[in-house]
Each structure stands twice: as structure tokens, then as C-alpha cells.
């Protein structure tokens, strides 16, 4: 093998490397393409950058009550929802009526699956559903609070 050989040999592992290392977390698609493994993200926008970086909180594409964990390449069940098994791998999970709202602490997972109902003494704070804050039923009123610039809460005395 010439010295031209083994220095084209060199260079084309070490890019091919590169380009393996890039695409660590990311998936070849049938079309050629790359998209990042569950839990991942691109690290950024450009196309041909395949870095990715772990999202916490991230949907599982097949799993998808199943939710990247703060710890990168662990999952945990989504609100509402707890493991089939403890099988290391295994991401089934189950819907658990009357588990508590992870971070909602007075509300809890309804008998109807992706159903939640406030806690023994409180109410929806609105009626949209997708609204999961609750208030103290028979609770004294509070000030109305306003947005402030800069992103704030405020309390406003009534009537203003």
C-alpha cells in the first residue's frame, strides 16, 4: 500500500468517523435522511449537522405515554400512567386511576383514561380541559393577578 493510499484511507475513516459520531443518537431513514432517536432533538437547525441532544420530557414516538426522563436515555410513564412491568426496556404502560398529577398535586387520573379530576375540596380554576389548575372550593377570594411586562405575576386590587 503507497504512502497516497494509506493517508486516503486515513482521511476517509477519520471523516467517516466523524460523520458516525455525528449520528450517534439519530436514526438512517429508507430516503437517506437522518432523524433524532426517540428522546433526542437536533442539536441544531442546520441539516447537516446530525448532533442531537437528549429532551427531557419528549414524547416516545412508538411509547407515546411514555416521556423522556431528566436522566438521558431513561423514560418514565406520563402523568397519570405507571409502568406494565419493571422489565428494564420494556416502555408499556398502563392508565392509573387515582394516581396523583405529577405536577399538579390536587389533581388526580379520573377512571376514564387521559382524564383528570380535582382533589376532595377543589375546582377547575377554568372550564377548558386542558387546564389542569384547581382553587379551593369555598377558598377566600385573592386579587386578580395580571401578567406584568417582563413576565411577572402581579396582584391587582380589584376593580383596577
Known amino acids: 500500500m503507497t504512502t497516497f493510499t494509506r493517508s486516503l484511507l486515513a482521511l476517509t475513516l477519520c471523516v467517516l468517523g466523524s460523520s458516525l459520531a ?23 437547525a442546520d441539516t447537516t449537522d446530525h448532533r442531537t ?29 405507571n409502568w406494565v412491568n419493571n422489565i428494564d ?12 398529577h405529577s405536577q399538579h398535586p390536587n ?12 382533589a376532595a375540596g377543589f375546582t377547575w380554576l377554568t372550564n377548558n380541559p386542558a387546564d389542569l389548575r384547581v382553587v379551593q372550593v369555598n377558598a377566600p377570594l385573592v386579587p386578580v393577578q395580571q401578567q406584568a411586562p417582563g413576565g411577572f405575576v402581579t396582584d391587582v386590587p380589584p376593580g383596577n
Do not use: C
Open 22 to 44: 455525528q449520528a450517534q443518537n439519530a436514526v438512517l431513514q429508507p430516503d437517506g435522511n437522518y432523524k433524532p432517536a426517540p428522546g433526542y432533538i437536533w442539536l441544531s
Open 53 to 81: 441532544i437528549w429532551s427531557p420530557g419528549s414524547r416516545h414516538p412508538l411509547y407515546f405515554n411514555t416521556m423522556a426522563a431528566a436522566q438521558e436515555g431513561k423514560w418514565i410513564p406520563a402523568p397519570g400512567y
Open 89 to 100: 426496556g420494556d416502555l408499556r404502560v398502563y392508565w392509573a386511576p387515582g394516581k396523583r
Open 107 to 118: 389533581v388526580f387520573a379520573d377512571n376514564r383514561p387521559d382524564m383528570w379530576v380535582p
